[in-house]
């Protein structure tokens, strides 16, 4: 009996490995391309993507996914972007001699009907209790004074430390109108903040399991 618990042990932590394999891609530093191609392919569905990167100097890096451009990797570590190559990389930051490529889940997509408040509470609403990143496309109405200061530290952020994007319509002395590009709902909680807004868009979710009471568009495995 003891024996038969041992082998089903195994078996299980087995399963497991095989499960956890499937959410972790390893790329030699040759396999540039290919390993580029799939970290973007998940990036655009929606999911979260971390890339631990060891260099040919005996270095190992973590960062989150940027963006890809050809065979170039850009990761954000710390708020600092660095960009990957493979291991003759001559322009990169870092020459890569194993990738490996890390995400969780799948992605929800939701409808966001209309909602009006305060920034902070509006876009609060669409945080769920768990997830592995939330980013929001929409038109986004600000009433009030938003300064280009504060609409440019948002649209920095959303462009350039992120996969995301935010496109400034119009901005006067009464308010602004604003779409965001798959943009994570935390910077629009915190530079909305005190803004009274109305929005309506999409709701990209990262996470385990379906966790927001909205309507359901389509659930995205990688």
């Given at each position: 009996?003891?024996?038969?618990?041992?082998?089903?042990?195994?078996?299980?932590?087995?399963?497991?490995?095989?499960?956890?394999?499937?959410?972790?891609?390893?790329?030699?530093?040759?396999?540039?391309?290919?390993?580029?191609?799939?970290?973007?392919?998940?990036?655009?569905?929606?999911?979260?993507?971390?890339?631990?990167?060891?260099?040919?100097?005996?270095?190992?890096?973590?960062?989150?996914?940027?963006s890809?451009?050809?065979?170039?990797?850009?990761?954000?570590?710390?708020?600092?972007?660095?960009?990957?190559?493979?291991?003759?990389?001559?322009?990169?930051?870092?020459?890569?001699?194993?990738?490996?490529?890390?995400?969780?889940?799948?992605?929800?997509l939701?409808?966001?009907?209309?909602?009006?408040?305060?920034?902070?509470?509006?876009?609060?609403?669409?945080?769920?209790?768990?997830?592995?990143?939330?980013?929001?496309?929409?038109?986004?109405?600000?009433?009030?004074?938003?300064?280009?200061?504060?609409?440019?530290?948002?649209?920095?952020?959303?462009?350039?430390?992120?996969?995301?994007?935010i496109?400034?319509?119009?901005?006067?002395?009464?308010?602004?109108?604003?779409?965001?590009?798959?943009?994570?709902?935390?910077?629009?909680?915190?530079?909305?903040?005190?803004?009274?807004?109305?929005?309506?868009?999409?709701?990209?979710?990262?996470?385990?399991?379906?966790?927001?009471?909205?309507?359901?568009?389509?659930?995205?495995?990688?």
């Amino acid at each position: 009996m003891k024996h038969k618990k041992t082998i089903a042990l195994i078996i299980m932590i087995a399963v497991a490995g095989t499960v956890l394999n499937l959410k972790v891609q390893h790329y030699q530093g040759g396999e540039i391309y290919e390993s580029a191609n799939k970290a973007y392919g998940l990036l655009v569905r929606g999911f979260n993507v971390t890339v631990i990167v060891e260099t040919v100097d005996g270095k190992t890096i973590e960062g989150t996914l940027l963006s890809v451009r050809g065979s170039t990797i850009s990761i954000v570590v710390n708020g600092t972007t660095y960009t990957v190559g493979g291991p003759e990389a001559t322009k990169e930051d870092l020459k890569a001699k194993l990738i490996k490529i890390i995400y969780h889940g799948k992605v929800y997509l939701y409808e966001v009907s209309p909602m009006e408040g305060k920034g902070s509470e509006v876009f609060a609403k669409l945080l769920p209790d768990q997830y592995y990143s939330v980013r929001y496309s929409g038109k986004i109405y600000i009433e009030g004074g938003i300064t280009p200061i504060e609409l440019g530290k948002l649209k920095y952020l959303a462009d350039y430390k992120t996969y995301g994007s935010i496109t400034i319509n119009h901005l006067g002395p009464n308010g602004a109108i604003i779409t965001a590009n798959m943009v994570p709902v935390q910077y629009l909680i915190k530079y909305l903040d005190n803004y009274t807004v109305y929005t309506y868009g999409l709701l990209y979710v990262n996470s385990n399991e379906r966790n927001l009471p909205l309507k359901l568009i389509e659930v995205r495995g990688p």
